[in-house]
């Protein structure tokens, strides 16, 4: 039987996977699990005037099915929804706005653009319906051994394609305009990667589904859904920064041997099992791996730098053609990608917990906008934006990878019973992506723990789960 098993990383990847290992194994497991900062990763809150409001992974779109079921699971709610337009702009005017008329929305966007807008939602729709399909695979027990197999179960070659080749060459290609690519798409990637069109196919695929659909977020704050799959599986929370992990074998099996210093010094365990879900990167942790034959070589890429600053201001409608304050109507700003302007996204965010009596500054007062990106903003763009603010907080980031950096998919398996989760941000990155991540490693590693081979890297699975239904 698997005795200890080691998480690495306490976010959502850590949380879910601790989730998921125990699940698949059993309850008698044993789970140490490693974080140095603060249970949740990213999905971080700050707080102004005594409410907290998310400064990170703020929502989840409604076809995330892994963090459906953790709320469920853990009775949590969805956040009350606050109703608000959202707006493109280019630096000098508004490209597009949305109004309060869903069919004055879509008027305006056929008048803009044709028929571009149908189009991206036919090939967002066709990529999203075959991503779905991961959830039927894994509710037959089956997982993937490495990042391509699992893209290629769901789409063949052509999704593996799409991690290789940009969302503005694929669009391109199924006769979405240039012109729709720099004003809209531009604009949503920028407000969700903080970068440009060139991102994979993939990714973009992903996030534009986001930008469409119905999104949520969990009441109290989306950090509530780590801490709790941790409680749920009585997971042995480690203050501690791992640092590096060394292969001993011992009666022909691998045990590893994880290394930490936590404030009382450093120490070690040892583990049967090892899931990694920090990113391991040189310019994100400097993790050692010592005796492993062949040598476990480092990982390619980069990370997009990415800053959040949270300013409680009044905001300076007049920057963006409204003199009067009063009929400045939106609460969420996209930008296109022009180059003198300083920043990706900015909106009018609500707190963690919404009351019924709950509703949003009018444009004319003081309210919380969360602005992202790529460089801290100096005093002079933060008067442009704002007419005056009482609070600014910073938190820089390397938050998502530089997509066009890396043609590569980093591994799942890093060694026999040593697993890595963080590689999948290479394909796309939300916390779906993460939750689904966490749950191939769970399978996976229980699959190879008791050779049920025939459960991992099947060919044709389609065909497979309709048989077995």
Not at 19 to 28: A, E, I, S
């Given at each position: 039987?698997?005795?200890?098993?080691?998480v690495v990383?306490?976010?959502?990847?850590?949380?879910?996977?601790a989730?998921?290992?125990?699940?698949?194994?059993?309850?008698?497991v044993?789970?140490?699990?490693?974080?140095?900062?603060?249970?949740?990763?990213?999905?971080?809150?700050?707080?102004?005037?005594?409410?907290?409001?998310?400064?990170?992974?703020?929502?989840?779109?409604?076809l995330?099915?892994?963090?459906?079921?953790?709320?469920?699971?853990?009775?949590?709610?969805?956040?009350?929804?606050?109703?608000?337009?959202?707006a493109i702009?280019?630096?000098?005017?508004?490209v597009?706005?949305?109004?309060?008329?869903?069919?004055?929305?879509?008027?305006?966007?056929?008048?803009?653009?044709?028929?571009?807008?149908?189009?991206?939602?036919?090939?967002?729709?066709?990529?999203?319906?075959?991503?779905?399909?991961?959830?039927?695979?894994?509710?037959?027990?089956?997982?993937?051994?490495?990042?391509?197999?699992?893209?290629?179960?769901?789409?063949?070659e052509?999704?593996?394609?799409?991690t290789?080749?940009?969302?503005?060459?694929?669009?391109?290609e199924?006769?979405?305009?240039?012109?729709?690519?720099?004003?809209?798409?531009?604009?949503?990637?920028?407000?969700?990667?903080?970068?440009?069109?060139l991102?994979?196919?993939?990714?973009?695929?992903?996030?534009?589904?986001?930008?469409?659909g119905?999104?949520?977020?969990?009441?109290?704050?989306?950090?509530?859904?780590?801490?709790?799959?941790?409680?749920?599986?009585?997971?042995?929370?480690?203050?501690?920064?791992?640092?590096?992990?060394?292969?001993?074998?011992s009666?022909?099996?691998?045990?590893?041997?994880?290394?930490?210093?936590?404030?009382?010094?450093?120490?070690?365990?040892?583990?049967?099992?090892?899931?990694?879900?920090?990113?391991?990167h040189?310019?994100?942790?400097?993790?050692?791996?010592?005796?492993?034959?062949?040598?476990?070589?480092?990982f390619?890429?980069?990370f997009?730098?990415?800053?959040?600053?949270?300013?409680?201001?009044?905001?300076?409608?007049?920057?963006?053609?409204?003199?009067?304050?009063?009929l400045?109507?939106?609460?969420?700003?996209?930008?296109?990608?022009t180059?003198?302007?300083?920043?990706?996204?900015?909106?009018?965010?609500?707190?963690?917990?919404?009351?019924?009596?709950?509703?949003?500054?009018?444009?004319?007062?003081?309210?919380?906008?969360?602005?992202?990106?790529?460089?801290?903003?100096?005093?002079?763009?933060?008067?442009?934006?704002?007419?005056?603010?009482?609070?600014?907080?910073?938190?820089?980031?390397?938050?998502?990878?530089?997509?066009?950096?890396?043609?590569?998919?980093?591994?799942?398996?890093?060694?026999?019973?040593?697993?890595?989760?963080?590689g999948?941000?290479?394909?796309?990155?939300?916390?779906?992506?993460?939750?689904?991540?966490?749950?191939?490693?769970?399978?996976?590693?229980y699959?190879?723990?008791?050779?049920?081979?025939?459960?991992?890297?099947?060919?044709?699975?389609?065909?497979?789960?309709?048989?077995?239904?």
């Open positions: 039987p698997l005795s200890p098993a080691a990383g306490a976010g959502l990847g850590g949380s879910a996977a989730y998921f290992l125990q699940q698949h194994f059993g309850p008698q044993q789970l140490d699990v490693y974080e140095a900062a603060g249970v949740g990763g990213r999905l971080a809150t700050v707080t102004v005037n005594k409410q907290q409001y998310e400064s990170r992974g703020a929502s989840i779109h409604a995330s099915l892994h963090m459906q079921d953790f709320v469920k699971i853990l009775g949590l709610k969805h956040r009350r929804e606050v109703a608000g337009k959202s702009f280019s630096g000098e005017h508004f597009l706005e949305e109004t309060d008329w869903y069919l004055l929305n879509l008027f305006r966007l056929w008048w803009h653009y044709g028929i571009s807008f149908l189009r991206l939602q036919m090939w967002v729709e066709e990529v999203m319906e075959k991503f779905m399909r991961i959830y039927k695979y894994q509710a037959h027990g089956y997982a993937f051994s490495s990042l391509e197999e699992l893209l290629r179960s769901l789409g063949g052509a999704f593996v394609n799409m290789q080749r940009s969302v503005a060459e694929s669009l391109l199924v006769g979405v305009t240039q012109r729709f690519v720099d004003d809209v798409i531009a604009a949503v990637l920028r407000s969700s990667y903080g970068q440009s069109v991102v994979p196919a993939f990714a973009g695929a992903m996030s534009l589904a986001g930008a469409q119905s999104t949520w977020a969990v009441e109290g704050g989306n950090k509530l859904v780590c801490s709790g799959l941790l409680k749920l599986t009585k997971a042995n929370v480690i203050s501690a920064r791992v640092t590096g992990i060394s292969l001993h074998s009666e022909g099996r691998a045990l590893y041997q994880v290394h930490y210093e936590s404030p009382e010094g450093q120490g070690s365990a040892f583990y049967d099992l090892v899931v990694v879900t920090t990113p391991l040189p310019s994100r942790s400097n993790f050692t791996f010592d005796n492993f034959n062949p040598p476990i070589a480092d390619p890429g980069a997009q730098p990415s800053v959040t600053s949270v300013v409680h201001g009044y905001l300076n409608s007049s920057y963006f053609g409204f003199p009067d304050p009063k400045f109507p939106f609460t969420s700003i996209l930008t296109t990608d180059p003198d302007l300083f920043f990706h996204a900015m909106d009018n965010i609500c707190p963690v917990n919404i009351s019924a009596a709950f509703r949003r500054k009018q444009p004319q007062e003081a309210a919380v906008w969360r602005v992202l990106s790529q460089q801290p903003l100096d005093k002079q763009q933060l008067k442009t934006l704002f007419r005056s603010y009482y609070s600014v907080q910073v938190a820089e980031w390397q938050t998502y990878p530089r997509y066009d950096a890396t043609k590569a998919l980093p591994p799942i398996v890093l060694h026999e019973n040593l697993f890595y989760l963080s999948v941000e290479w394909v796309a990155s939300s916390m779906e992506m993460v939750a689904v991540a966490a749950k191939n490693v769970a399978l996976l590693a699959n190879r723990w008791h050779q049920e081979l025939e459960k991992i890297d099947q060919k044709d699975l389609m065909h497979k789960v309709k048989t077995e239904l």
